[in-house]
């Protein structure tokens, strides 16, 4: 847009220049032509009058004379004629001939020659014809002068100075527009383009896609894959936006209102004892706690995990459980006690040095030790004595939270035969070949198999996941119905692309975005109209934390009229600092931040706010509120909730999202700016473009954005899977009757043998 000011402001000057040398030119040339006219008029009027004039004058009749001349000048435009020469004193003229043109002020060439001049008097400029008025004999009379208005010349010339500059401000104005609009369009092609995609699974479109812009594009297909699940979903009879209230009718109808069970490693709420003696209650910065507990208040129900605050202990009764959430109490936390040796093993060691890097491509080399998946199957085991004892009822629903419980689905099987299990990875799944890194693959596969259906973010991680079941296990696979069977149980694999609350339930206590902006800078210590970025993570190798510092600092490299105006706010809780890793990746952090701050800092505090401390959800939402620009840089992330969360947070429709296209969340998020974190120049251009970005623009991305998560919402994420998990289960009971009239009805077709196991499920 700036280039495109760059180049209207030269073109609409060249205009103005252009206009006036055009009108000027008109006008001389009109004067030229009315002066010839005029002249020749002249010859005609004395031509038509000579012969009565020169008699006239000849015989000195000096009334007739006059006479004569008070004719010609009825003519309107004639304004006044006059004889000059021996037989005409006292003047000879007409009553408005102009005092000024005296005979002897006139300016003749030589008496008796014709002569034309254009003379400005105070009145108005006139034209004036001077002819010789010869007798029969030849002998010249004296000189007739014509004067003729030409004031409506200048009248003429001003209007055709105005109506030149009005039309070339015209063709100006739509020059400009037409620029304005060619380089705003350039900016939303790509999202036409979107819509026009995005429109193929509804009008058929036939033949190849057109080639998308490369311009931060997002990721057409599965954009467009997610749409078309939508209108599918809504032909079928959707009810409307999913909402918590939706969500429990679900449970009431469908699941006759058993309450579910909710296994994660990590708790809702953490309480921790201050210095003070104190006991405070934590938010937990994870995106499953973020995307999980507004569905537990939903649904009530239990929450079972790792009681890993220092005041926990002291917070639970004779069950280890408590009610949360505090204040709302609506279901019920239950806590398992870790010692610091499973703790190392399970979750430090197996679950976050092994499993979080084999499913990460941000180039952590994974690490597998065998003590440490001892500690994972005794957690895992002792997780599945909890559960089984918390579970309400043999057909009990439990849902199986991430990596750190691959093994818990077959071990509740086992424990529990009829109960919903379903497992979700929060994480991406790696193709079968890095997989295969893992020496407990098999065992892995095999634990997640337990449940009733395992459920991905994205289609390419149950891709990934059904082909590392086909590598390494004994195992049918049914394409079709993205299904895998063994050992007569079927396990379905889906994808659940998971999301957040709508409305943000953060958002009710806080001020307007109008007002976090203002008082942010002022806490930061920013000057009121500095544009501010922002990045919420938790310190992570894989968020790209030093990738989007860098490219930060490309942008002030590059575009030096960022520099000094623009601060990026980067808020990272802490995160699993036992790791060596982690403990680098601070240290890195914080290198790079020093050294962007050094180089641009001026004196200043620098470019980058680096806040490493946890921070509660109220902070962040302040953050967001407060910020022109939001990046998510992750180097890959199977869904990255921030995003979402940052659009969330905009009913003021401002601010724009910069977006790596290896998140799950790019997949869904169209009318962000999707870059690839690892390409600084894209980045840093994005950062740009979302800088300069005008109001209207980011108004249509964020209400767009909005529009996309307030529909693909946590409810709905959990909405489907419970249904999907009820219709498994009418089929299972169904075939569990069929397969028992089998055995009673039939005992000739070989007893107890049954169906075969494909047509358990069908
Ligand atoms: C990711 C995982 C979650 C985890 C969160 C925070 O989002 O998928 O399971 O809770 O990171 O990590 P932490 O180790 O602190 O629970």
């Known amino acids: 847009m700036r280039a495109a000011f760059r180049f209207l402001v030269p073109l609409l000057v060249l205009l103005a220049l252009v206009a006036y040398a055009a009108s000027e030119l008109m006008i001389r040339q009109a004067h030229r032509w009315a002066e010839r006219d005029l002249s020749a008029r002249s010859r005609l009027v004395l031509a038509s009058a000579r012969e009565g004039l020169s008699g006239r004058l000849a015989a000195g009749d000096r009334v007739r004379t006059r006479q004569i001349l008070d004719e010609m000048v009825r003519d309107e435009r004639l304004l006044g004629a006059r004889v000059c020469g021996p037989g005409a004193e006292p003047p000879l003229r007409t009553a408005a001939f102009p005092p000024e043109l005296a005979c002897d002020r ?16 105070p009145g108005g400029t006139v034209h004036l014809s001077v002819l010789p008025i010869g007798a029969d004999d030849g002998e010249v009379l004296g000189d007739l002068v014509l004067v003729h208005d030409m004031s409506y010349l200048d009248r003429r010339a001003a209007e055709t100075r105005k109506t030149t500059f009005v039309a070339f401000a015209l063709v100006g104005l739509l020059a400009a527009a037409s620029t304005l609009l060619a380089s705003r369009f350039s900016w939303l092609s790509w999202t036409a383009e979107l819509r026009r995609l995005l429109a193929a699974p509804f009008h058929s479109l036939g033949g190849a896609a057109p080639a998308a812009s490369r311009t931060f594009q997002p990721v057409l297909a599965d954009v467009r894959e997610l749409v078309s699940r939508l209108a599918s979903e809504e032909v079928s009879g959707g009810g409307g936006r999913w909402s918590a209230e939706r969500l429990r009718n679900v449970l009431r109808t469908r699941l006759h209102g058993e309450g579910v069970v909710v296994v994660a490693n990590r708790e809702p709420y953490i309480h921790e004892r201050a210095a003070d003696g104190s006991v405070r209650v934590v938010y937990p910065a994870s995106g499953l706690v973020t995307a999980l507990e507004p569905v537990m208040r939903a649904c009530s129900g239990t929450w079972v995990a790792h009681g890993s605050g220092s005041a926990d202990r002291d917070t639970v009764d004779a069950h280890d459980r408590v009610r949360v959430p505090p204040g709302e109490e609506s279901y019920a936390l239950r806590r398992v006690w870790l010692s610091e040796q499973e703790e190392r093993g399970y979750y430090y060691g197996f679950s976050n040095e092994g499993l979080w890097p084999l499913c990460h491509v941000a180039h952590t080399r994974p690490e597998f030790r065998a003590a440490d998946w001892e500690q994972y199957r005794r957690v895992n085991a002792r997780f599945a004595a909890v559960v089984a004892e918390e579970a309400p009822g043999p057909d009990a629903v439990i849902l199986v939270q991430d990596y750190h419980f691959a093994l818990l689905p077959r071990m509740l099987r086992q424990r529990l035969p009829r109960a919903t299990i379903l497992a979700f990875w929060h994480i991406p799944w790696p193709n079968a070949e890095r997989f295969g890194i893992c020496p407990w693959e098999r065992e892995l596969l095999d634990g997640l198999l337990g449940s009733s259906i395992v459920g991905f973010h994205t289609q390419a991680h149950c891709n990934n996941f059904l082909e590392s079941v086909d590598r390494f296990l004994e195992s049918r696979i049914d394409r079709e119905r993205q299904a895998v069977v063994m050992g007569g149980r079927e396990t379905l694999v889906r994808p659940y692309p998971i999301s957040i609350e709508w409305p943000a339930r953060w958002l009710a206590g806080l001020p307007s975005a109008e007002r976090c902006r203002a008082d942010y800078r002022r806490e930061l210590g920013l000057p009121a109209d500095a544009l501010l970025g922002v ?7 894989t968020k790209g934390i030093v990738e989007r510092l860098q490219a930060v600092e490309r942008l002030l490299d590059r575009f030096p009229e960022f520099r000094g105006r623009f601060f990026f706010a980067q808020l990272a809780s802490p995160s699993r600092t036992l790791i060596e890793t982690y403990r680098r990746l601070n240290d890195e952090v914080e290198r790079v931040a020093a050294s962007i701050n050094a180089r641009f800092g001026n004196g200043g505090p620098g470019p980058i706010l680096l806040m490493r401390r946890h921070h509660e959800p109220p902070d962040i939402f302040r953050a967001y509120r407060a910020a022109d620009v939001c990046y998510v840089s992750s180097l890959h992330d199977g869904m990255n909730l921030v995003a979402k969360e940052f659009v969330s947070a905009r009913d003021d429709l401002r601010g724009v999202l910069v977006l790596s296209r290896f998140t799950g969340a790019a997949r869904e998020l169209a009318e962000a700016l999707v870059v690839n974190p690892y390409d600084l120049e894209e980045a840093s251009s ?40 009820t219709r498994l289960r009418q089929r299972e009971r169904l075939s569990v009757r069929l397969s028992d009239a089998w055995r009673s009805g039939e005992p000739g077709r070989g007893g107890d043998s049954g169906p075969p196991d494909e047509d358990v499920h069908r």
Not at 535 to 541: I, M, S
């Open 106 to 121: 006139l300016p003749l060439r030589a008496p008796g020659a014709t002569h034309d001049a254009v003379v400005g008097l």
């Open 535 to 541: 990045g919420v993570d938790r310190l992570d190798y």
């Open 686 to 725: 994005a950062l740009a473009a979302a800088l300069s970005m005008a109001p209207e623009e980011q108004e249509q991305r964020m209400r767009a954005l909005r529009g996309m998560v307030a529909e693909f919402n946590v409810y709905r994420w959990a909405g489907r899977i419970l249904l999907d998990a």
